[in-house]
C-alpha cells in the first residue's frame, strides 16, 4: 500500500471513529425539550469533501450501524419504537438515510469544488441533513405512520404539527444552522489537507 493509500485510510479510520464517538455521546446526552442535535454530521460532510462520495457513503453507513444499535438496544428510546415495529425495514431505513446524506454532500461537493471550494461545502453542508432527515421524514410517513403518531401525543397527536414543529423545528434546522456554520472552517480543513498531499 502506497504512502497516499495509507494517508486515506487512517483519515477515513479517524473519521469513522469520530462519528462512533459523537453519536454515542450524543446518545447520552438528555434531550432539550424531548429532542436531541446531532453533530455526527460534521465528520460525514467533512471526510466525504476530503475524500469523496464514497468515502462519505462509508461514514454514513457507520452512523447508521451506531443508530441501529441504539434502536436494537433501546438506548434510542424512539428508534425502539420504530424497531419493535418492524426491524428489518428500520435497520434499511436507518442505513439508508445516513448512505445517501453521506454519499450525496460528497457528490455535491465534488461537482461544485472546482468553482468554489467554501461554497462546495456549504452546499455540501445543507444537502447532508436535508436527505439525513427529509429521508427520516418520509419513511416515518410511508412505514412506520402509527409511531409518528405516538411520537406526536405531546403535541396533540397531529402528526403533521410534530413534524413541523419537533422534527423539523427542533432537529433539523439546528443540525442545519451548525452544519453551515462549521463549513468555512471545514474547507479550511479540506484545503489544508489537500496541500498537505
Known amino acids: 500500500m502506497n504512502n497516499a493509500k495509507i494517508k486515506r485510510t487512517t483519515g477515513i479510520a479517524l ?22 442535535i446531532s453533530l455526527v454530521l460534521i ?15 462509508l461514514l454514513g453507513t457507520t452512523f447508521g ?3 441501529t444499535i441504539n434502536c436494537i438496544t433501546g438506548a434510542d428510546a424512539g428508534g425502539a419504537m420504530v424497531f419493535q415495529a418492524n426491524p428489518l425495514l428500520c435497520i434499511l431505513v436507518v442505513l439508508g438515510k445516513g448512505i445517501l446524506a453521506g454519499f450525496a454532500s460528497g457528490f455535491v461537493y465534488k461537482l461544485f469544488k472546482h468553482w468554489n471550494g467554501y461554497v462546495a461545502m456549504a452546499l455540501a453542508a445543507i444537502v447532508c441533513p436535508v436527505l439525513n432527515t427529509g429521508t427520516f421524514v418520509l419513511c416515518m410517513l410511508t412505514f412506520f405512520r402509527e409511531v409518528l403518531a405516538a411520537w406526536a401525543t ?4 397531529d402528526v403533521i404539527v410534530y ?28 484545503h489544508t489537507l489537500k496541500k498537505k498531499n
Not at 465528520?43 to 457513503?57: D, Q, T, W
Not at 405531546?154 to 397527536?157: I, K, N, R, S, V
Not at 413541523?164 to 439546528?174: A, E, H, Q, T, Y
Open 163 to 190: 413534524i413541523f414543529s419537533g422534527l423539523l423545528v427542533f432537529n433539523f434546522v439546528p443540525e442545519l444552522i451548525i452544519n453551515v456554520v462549521f463549513s468555512p472552517f471545514g474547507q479550511r480543513i479540506v
Open 65 to 67: 450501524v451506531i443508530v
Open 154 to 157: 405531546p403535541f396533540g397527536g
Open 43 to 57: 465528520p460525514i460532510v467533512l471526510g466525504s469533501a476530503v475524500y469523496g462520495p464514497k468515502a462519505g457513503a
Open 15 to 36: 473519521l469513522m471513529a469520530l462519528v462512533v464517538v459523537l453519536q454515542f455521546v450524543g446518545g447520552m446526552i438528555p434531550p432539550v425539550g424531548g429532542f436531541s
